[in-house]
């Protein structure tokens, strides 16, 4: 927990900066992450909990390092970084990569889409190494760890994290799914939450079908 103290005392000045700019009260939020793979972009989004705000971009970090290519993660040591729905499901203050917030991966969609053997731990956390994970550095995982520690504080259990193959406009979505034809028939069904979370900035509310496609309610 030293690394959590430190860090809360090392951040704390900036992340209240940073949510000031935005009219944001970082002392009662709710939170959610974007990432995307081509622009190796990680983006927290915030918003006030008693309020009937819209969700502000607070923050962006960089990848420090990419894996594997564009596409979803199917199968162990396959290198890739997931792409699809998902919430943060741990924390870990003690993480060899400094600091780290694991992911529910595998999740639904995963297990029926990928291998037998589809992989797990996947984390967004300090460092500069990865096969599979997020990786931004041990000066931005001080930051991003704080505000989603602050966040689960005030009563938010599941952290949604949504992963990207790219920016999903329609020019993106055209370019890429002719160059990965692959995984056209995934990534259509991901656009759909893409194109619903550029719309309106909120969490997105969706099943798993039988066929491990997401459906956006």
């Known amino acids: 927990m030293e690394r959590v103290k430190h860090a809360q005392l090392l951040?704390?000045?900036?992340?209240?900066?940073?949510?000031?700019?935005?009219?944001?009260?970082?002392?009662?939020?709710?939170?959610?992450?974007?990432?995307?793979?081509?622009?190796?972009?990680?983006?927290?989004?915030?918003?006030?909990?008693?309020?009937?705000?819209?969700?502000?971009?607070?923050?962006?970090?960089?990848?420090c390092k990419f894996s594997g290519k564009l596409g979803p993660k199917r199968k162990e040591n396959d290198y890739q970084i997931p792409e699809g729905l998902y919430y943060i499901n741990r924390f870990n203050p003690k993480s060899k990569f400094h600091l780290s917030l694991g992911l529910n991966y595998p999740n639904e969609s995963d297990k029926i889409l990928g291998d037998k053997f589809p992989g797990y731990d996947i984390f967004i956390h300090g460092g500069c190494n990865t096969v599979g994970c997020v990786p931004i550095t041990d000066t931005e995982i001080k930051e991003l760890y704080v505000i989603a520690d602050r966040a689960r504080s005030y009563g938010q259990n599941d952290i949604p994290v949504y992963m990207f193959p790219f920016k999903m406009t329609d020019e993106n979505f055209s370019e890429y799914s002719e160059k990965f034809p692959e995984h056209s028939e995934?990534?259509?069904?991901?656009?759909?939450?893409?194109?619903?979370?550029?719309?309106?900035?909120?969490?997105?509310q969706y099943i798993v079908d039988e066929k491990g496609a997401y459906k956006i309610l």
Do not use: G
Request: aromatic fraction near 16%; avoid cysteine.
């Open 186 to 204: 995934f990534w259509s069904k991901l656009k759909k939450a893409y194109d619903k979370l550029d719309n309106v900035h909120t969490f997105l």
């Open 11 to 63: 951040k704390a000045e900036k992340i209240k900066d940073k949510f000031d700019a935005q009219s944001v009260d970082e002392s009662h939020f709710e939170m959610y992450l974007s990432i995307y793979k081509l622009e190796q972009m990680v983006e927290v989004w915030v918003r006030d909990v008693n309020s009937s705000s819209t969700f502000k971009m607070v923050s962006q970090y960089p990848f």
